[in-house]
Each structure stands twice: as C-alpha cells, then as structure tokens.
C-alpha cells in the first residue's frame, strides 16, 4: 500500500487576527449607532409625552402654557410618567416576540401580567389614580394585541398593514399624555377640599379672602402650579376661576 507524504502543514494566516479586530470594531460602531438612535427617538418621545400632558392639563384651566416656566426636564420626567407602563411591558415584549409564536399562551400570560402587577402597585403607592391605572393598563393590553398580531404575520408582506401599526403607535403616543392630562386637571377642577392656604397684602384682591389688619387669608383656592415667581391657584370648585399671585405679594403659604 503506497503512503502519500504529508504536506507541509498550513500557517494560519496573519490576516485573521485584523480580521477580528475589524468585525469587533464594526459591531461595536453598529451597537453605538443604534443605541444613540434609540435614546434619541426615547427623548423625542418622552418630550412631546411631557408637553402634550402639559399643554392637555394647563389648557383645561385657560392658563397660558408658555408662561409657566416649565424646564426641559420637568417636560421629560412627566413624559416617562405618562408612558411609564407601556415602557415596562415594552421592554420585555420586545425580547420576547421571537418566541410568540411558540408560546402563545406564556406570551398572553406574561402581558396580562405585567399589567395587573403595575397596576396593584401604581394603586398600592399611589403613583396614579384609579382612572389613569384604567387607561394605562388598556394601553399595555393593546400593545401586547399588536406585537402579538405581528408575530402572526399581520404587516409582515403588506405596507398598508404597517401603516396602520405605525398610525395607532403614534395615536397611542398622542392619546394617552393627552388623556391623563385631562384626567388629572377634571379631578383637581371637582376638588372639593383643599388644604391650600394663602395669607397676601391687603391689595391682592382675590375673591373669597378673610381681612385682618392688612392682610388677607385665602382657604378656598387649590394650588395648580408654583412657578419661581408665582402662584397659579384655581378657586375651589370653580374650575373657570384662576388666579395668578405674584410670590413678593405672598407673607405666607401652607401647602
């Protein structure tokens, strides 16, 4: 039997470790890119969250908008409350829609739950009330609905499908600050207590005020906002009357 000689053995090749270099350097340029774009489209949502419930709850007392001194992260933080629980089913979806066709029933299980628990907690510490719970949790439901319809195939082939996926995302994201907005300003607009109380110059002239010497004691407002340099009060139960005093006219004030 003839024996063939073994060649000489192959060197790897001193280009493979650059090779390596190079692909970890690409991913990483890749990872960072995506992960900028995704911060930025966050803040970008979180901001115009914020703003519509702003604008939503100062509009439905008449006050101007413009003129509350609201600072960009004031406007972001009220934007993360407004989305707080569809970013907490988001998450968790998201690394979860490969599975949804394999398993179905977990996926159903794992949305409906995530939204009782956020929804026993937001009660238990008083995050929201009991209405925003309702239109919070009917939020994180519909978007289960729709990651669940995409793994069934909806908006896969079809561009008018994905259309209409990307319409009811943006009408979520308009809707929902909008309607806390209003939520929250009707509840203060039927407040029919307040612990509120104001003490001013004589010359002030709200309506409603108690007179002693030259001061004058106010318990009937509910604070709507206080700004660096004013008060913004509603009279109580008379959501059409807003006041605005400025803080140099103010000689006391309990919360």
Known sequence: MAVRPLGPASEPSSNEPALDVELFATAISWVSLAAVR????????????????????????????????????????????????????????????????????????????SAALLA?????????????????????????LAVLAMQQGFGRDSRYHRLILSAAALLLLISLPTAFGIIDAGQQATATRTHFVLTTNANVGLPGGTTSGNTVEYRNFVL???????????????????????????LYVRY
Request: hydrophobic share 60%; no cysteine; glycine share 6%.
């Open 120 to 144: 026993l907690l937001a009660l238990a510490f008083r995050w929201y009330s009991a209405t925003d719970v309702i239109v919070q949790t009917a939020a994180v439901l519909w978007i289960g």
């Open 224 to 250: 709507l906002r206080e700004t660096p340099t004013r008060y913004w009060m509603m009279r109580l139960g008379l959501a059409t009357d807003v006041y605005s005093v400025a803080k140099d006219q103010v």
């Open 38 to 113: 995704i911060v930025l489209l966050g803040a970008a949502g979180f901001f115009l969250a914020g703003w519509l419930y702003l604008t939503a709850f100062f509009s439905f007392f008449h006050m101007p908008v413009l003129g509350m001194e609201i600072s960009p992260s004031e406007i972001l933080l009220q934007g993360v409350h407004s989305l707080l629980f569809p970013i907490a089913v988001v998450l968790p979806v998201f690394f979860l829609r490969v599975y949804a066709r394999r398993l179905m029933l977990t996926f159903v299980l794992l949305v409906a739950g």
